[in-house]
Every structure is written in C-alpha cells, then in structure tokens.
C-alpha cells in the first residue's frame, strides 16, 4: 500500500511516489530502510536465531535490524547485538549490502541491508524472547534458508570472503 495523499499539505496525489504534490509540490519517494546485522562466527560455525515475531516467523535469521533515525549501520549493528543477544561485539569485515524487502503492517518495505562479520568481545548470549525463541551454531558449509533473501546472499559471498582471506572466527 503506497501514499495516495501528500504528507504535507494532505490533497490527493496523481500517482504512486515517486511523485510530485500538484497542490504544493512536495516530493515524495519509497527509499529504503538502511538495517545492519552481524554474523558471530566461531570457527566453521555461525550464530542463528529462529525468529520468534513476523514476518518470517520460525525462519532461521541473523541478528541484526533496522537503523534508528539518523544512526550509522555500524552503530546500529552494536545495538542490535547488545539487543538481541545481550552481548558486546566487536565489527570486523564488511560483508556487503544488499536491496532486499520487508512486509511490515501490510506493506512490503525497500531495505539496504549491511552485514559485517562480528566477534563476542563481552559478555554471554541471553536472548531476548521478544526477538528470538532459539539459538544455534550452524556449518557454514551447509546454511538452512535463512529468513531474508540477502541474508543468504551475505552467508554466500562471506563462503568467499572466507576461503580467499583469514579472518576471525
């Protein structure tokens, strides 16, 4: 469901954004929400979370979500950890960023999502139920489908980054 009046002055729009006002000229646009997640690894394993909320629940997800107003990914993905996890962390490589989607009151969202590989740095896991009903260690070799399309793609092109450099965990 998209906008079919101006936020500003609240005359009907001629068309779905990106769209200009015709009364008030205020332009509006669908631009993607920026989230940030984090892959913990340890070893040939890495961290999942059976998602216990919509959407996708049940599904096998990484810990991370979307940024605050005006909050770096970077920071955002240390809050998220700190969340979900009730851990610090510690961000080491960049993964990638993604363009993927999310249904959120019956509206499916652009997302830009950004994943880094992270390390536990203190604290231990205790997870918050509102966020994640259970935990488990996964081969990276042989990944369930995770919750979000770019989270396989992240899980994929990490395989590489894994195999071509040393990295932690």
Known sequence: MTA??????????PGAPPV?????????????????SIV???????????RAHEPNVGRWDLPG???DGFEHPEA????EAREELGV????????GMYLGTYLFQDEVLP?????????????????????ASALRWIPFDNPPPMAFPTQDAALRDL???????????
């Not at 610090?88 to 993964?95: K, S, V």
């Open 111 to 131: 997302t830009l999502d950004c994943f880094w590989l992270a390390t536990i740095v203190g604290g231990h896991i205790v997870l918050d139920p509102s966020e």
């Open 40 to 50: 913990v690894a340890d070893g040939e394993r890495f961290l999942a979370l059976l």
């Open 4 to 13: 079919q009046h101006c936020l500003r002055c609240g005359d009907r729009l």
């Open 76 to 79: 955002a993905a240390v809050r």
């Open 20 to 36: 200009s006002c015709t009364s008030c000229g205020y332009e509006m646009f669908v631009n993607p929400r920026p989230t940030a």
């Open 88 to 95: 610090d962390i510690r961000l080491d490589a960049y993964i």
């Open 159 to 169: 395989a590489v980054i894994r195999t071509s450099v040393r990295l932690p965990g």
């Open 65 to 67: 979500g979307f940024c």
